[in-house]
């Protein structure tokens, strides 16, 4: 039990620690990233509940329908309306990379119970295959969300519409990546392995132009 929970929880704050550091000007207190991270993991329970009615009773059911809505809508959707009407308006969120590491944070609070059930239900042995691809993706997806809300909070002339890619591209990603899993049943890793580098490749671009204008932000201050 402590081992299959330690494998659980290890790629989470690994990932957790990464984008929580590469924040070039000021971290964030402890308390308010975990706080975040409780309301990603509370977000599980409703998700699950929700997901399980649709299969109970047949409902979108379709691999595009499934990935798209049932798994990258929702679960991206209840992401961002937690971020947006509680971390948003943080006195904390002090500049655009903060974003990142409160989407981070929100993502991987849904990431962790999701895995722990997952190991739980199936066995240590997919710990590490966990923690490559939905552990991961769930950070990144967290890092875009974070991005454009941090650009939406801050010296942007263009708020609503940063709001609206902080919740469409993740969707987007997120629906992708589950599509990829529920359509290509052979060899799927040879698909989801060059997905997840240009998405690893696309949110680093975006921690390093979250810091760039982190720094003018501070500097106008």
Same mark, same amino acid.
Request: hydrophobic share 55%.
């Given at each position: ?14 990932l ?6 590469k924040d070039?000007?000021e ?10 991270f ?11 509940f929700?997901q399980?009615?649709f ?5 979108a059911?379709s691999?595009?329908?499934r ?32 974003g ?6 929100i ?8 895995n ?7 066995g240590?042995?997919y710990a ?14 967290g ?5 454009? &809300?941090?650009?939406a ?15 469409f ?10 599509f990829?899993?529920v359509?290509?049943t052979r ?8 997905? &997840? ?7 680093l ?10 720094k ?6």
């Open positions: 039990m402590f081992t299959l929970i330690t494998a659980g929880l290890a790629p989470v704050f690994a957790l620690s990464f984008f929580y550091l070039e000007y971290l964030e207190p402890v308390y308010a990233i975990f706080r975040t409780l309301y990603g993991a509370l977000l599980v329970f409703p998700i699950m929700i399980y009615a299969v109970e009773e047949g409902l059911q691999p595009f329908i990935s798209y809505l049932l798994y990258g809508l929702l679960e991206e959707f209840f992401k961002w309306f937690i971020f947006l009407f509680t971390t948003y308006k943080y006195s904390k969120f002090s500049n655009v990379y903060d990142i590491v409160y989407g981070v944070s993502s991987l609070g849904f990431a962790t119970i999701e722990l059930l997952y190991l739980f239900a199936h240590i042995e590490f295959s966990r923690a490559i691809f939905p552990v991961s993706s769930h950070a990144l997806f890092v875009i969300m974070g991005y454009y &809300m941090g650009r909070k801050f010296k942007s002339n263009r708020s609503s519409f940063h709001l609206l890619l902080a919740f591209i993740p969707v987007l990603l997120h629906g992708t990546y589950d990829i899993l359509t290509v060899a799927w890793v040879y698909c989801l392995v060059p997905f &997840m580098i240009a998405l690893w490749l696309y949110s671009r975006k921690v390093k132009k979250a810091n760039e204008y982190s003018i932000h501070k500097l106008e201050l």
